[in-house]
């Protein structure tokens, strides 16, 4: 068997696969939370109970009201970010003056009360999400079989992630957005609605973590747990991509999906805190990340 | 306001105090300290304290004229959250007896506070044979399996049936190891060789990296050290990636509960060794129908062993006259125990229950006749080749 540093080449490229499925969840949440960042200036701690909430909508839509897996791809996110909407302009919309910390706060607690509720509700064990009967069955690709449905993830998010990046630096609605942020009474004084822009811009971050929650419900189990075990890992990921950066995030997300998944091949205890040791190397290399922009 | 708040502290204080006295007025109280929301919740949980519940009705809901209660409380896979809990029942709710579910690591939590306590703990469903060896007391009892027994009968019959290179996927934490040592010994007395482990945090969301990374060891055995969710979810995903393809997985630790969400088509041959099965024997079909008329599911070895064991301890308590626990535990060392659960088993002097353990095969979807008929029998394993003959010498009061 062909094998690179004593590791046989077909563990190397399973675990490579692998880290690129994990790598596409990785994206499609850090770039909600760079959208939200980088537009808003708010650091969105309820990222992951809005990832958690999407996996429960696919849940919920196929267990009390016979929705299958399509619908509430489109659905789950539509509802969450409906959610997510209330909550900006309940609560949030009223701390943009204020420190970033304030911000911070008061999303954690949103996050909070949403995995209380849903544990009071369904309990801490996972629930089962059956994959959809069209992405049954495996490719095989000689060192691996890899599931129909790990592929779609890939594909499905790089996808999202691509019309994302593109909607924000090459639209004019994006410029737009951009202008906003950086001068939004100027903006405003084209006759533009700022506020609305704003509110939209955190439903539309809110609805790519639910969609990344509806795409992982078939792969991990649907528990109100899974959301904050991620947000971490994916805010290292902002971190080292430069909080703010939307290539940046796409990018880093893969990247550290990969390292993550190579790790597991050389010392698998180590991988669950390799992305947190890069964080730390980014931040004393480069404080504003490999994508950001200096200060 | 801060005098205030001083009446109210005391307030709560003075009820605190006084509620043992109200508790243990003339009854005997039973507690359960089990996972009821987490990944053990579907092979005991709800369904092994409607099990308890049965066998107090069963035995007429009082013993020596004084009300049977029985106290439940989720654990949370935490060990500071049982042993507190049991601490608290024992200190205030005048707790006689305590049935503990799964979970190797808060049984053996809970085993010290029954030591320290005087109180007799029955552990049902934590498979950690330490639980009767290294963390043994006088008032332990282990039940319905341990990871000895397990080893001994799963182990086993794979090597004998060529099996014999083995990769393990080990719950990271003491039933996982211990199951893994276990089995480890009877794959290398019998010939065979381990090839390597993982080890996978418990109730881990994704088992696909740790099945390539067994797959790309070349055993011919996968050996899941794990139980509940984790092994649902671990076979899952092992069929998902092709891997039962090319490794014959074993199950060191399944349930009827996990075969059954897992379905036939892909659990079909599986070797499992249990303690119990509902399709034995009629005491066992008669016990499982009545269970099943009442959670709409067959009993687990688990909940079967809840009724057997309360069972056993108001028998024993009736005997003996009197809750006393050195009393009862003499009691319950002496008695054979011949019920639905088991023909002929006993309390060895280090607390296992020593009885026989059948090694079953998952049947195929087309052996299967009736609802839940999973599993045929491959060989009924008298107690002493299961559980070992001799009590655990590494047990410290037998030192004594």
Known sequence: ?295 | MQKSILTALCAVLACAATSPARAADGQVVIGDIDDLSGVYADVAGQGAIEAANMAIADFGGTVLGRKIVLLTTDHQNKPDIGASKFREWADQSGLNMLLGGSNTGVSIAMSKVAGAKKIPFFAIGAGGASLTGADCTPYTVHYAYDTTALGNGTASAIVKNGGKTWFFLTADYAFGTQLQESATRVVNANGGKVQGAVRVPLGAADFSSFLLQAQSSGAQVLGLANAGTDFVNSMKAANEFGITSAMKPAALLAFIADIHSLGLATTQGLYLTTGWYWDLNEETRAFGRRYFAKMNKMPTMDQAGYYSATMQYLNAVKAAGSTDPDGVMAQLRKTKINDAFTKGGYVRADGVMVHTMYVMQVKTPAESKYPWDYYKLIKAMPGEEAYGSQPDATCPFLKR
């Not at chain 1, 046989?8 to 969840?25: K, R």
């Not at chain 1, 939200?36 to 309820?46: E, H, Q, R, S, T």
């Not at chain 1, 994916?234 to 995030?249: D, N, Q, R, T, Y």
């Open chain 1, 1 to 295: 068997m062909t094998s690179v540093f004593g590791v046989p080449l077909p563990a190397i490229l399973g675990q490579l696969m692998l880290g690129l499925v994990n790598g596409s969840f990785y994206a499609l949440l850090s770039l909600g939370l760079a959208v939200i960042f980088g537009l808003l200036g708010v650091v969105n701690f309820a990222h992951g109970a809005f990832y958690m909430l999407g996996a429960f909508a696919a849940f919920v839509g196929w267990q009390k009201f016979g929705l299958g897996y399509w619908w509430m791809l489109l659905l789950g996110p539509l509802i969450v970010a409906l959610l997510g909407i209330a909550v900006e302009r309940l609560f949030l919309r009223h701390l943009y003056r204020l420190d970033p910390l304030y911000g911070l706060l008061l999303t954690f607690g949103v996050a909070m009360i949403a995995e209380g509720v849903m544990h009071a509700h369904f309990g801490s064990s996972g629930n089962y999400y059956p994959v959809p009967g069209l992405l049954r069955g495996g490719l095989h690709l000689g060192f691996m079989v890899l599931p129909v449905y790990r592929a779609w993830v890939i594909v499905a998010s790089l996808g999202v992630c691509l019309i994302t990046w593109a909607v924000i630096e090459r639209t004019s609605l994006g410029a737009t957005l951009r202008a906003a942020t950086e001068n939004a009474r100027l903006v405003q004084a084209f006759g533009i609605n700022v506020p609305v822009l704003v509110t939209c811009t955190y439903g539309g971050g809110v609805a790519l973590a639910a969609l990344a929650g509806v795409l992982s419900a078939p792969i991990i189990q649907v528990s109100p747990l899974m959301g904050s075990s991620v947000v971490i890992v994916v805010f290292a990921v902002v971190v080292i991509g430069g909080m703010g950066s939307i290539l940046g995030a796409i990018v880093s997300g893969l990247a550290l999906g990969v390292i993550e998944g190579l790790t597991k091949v050389v010392y698998p205890e180590a991988s669950n805190i390799v992305v947190f040791v890069i964080m730390a190397l980014v931040l004393v290399w480069r404080p504003a990340g490999l994508f950001g922009r200096d200060p």
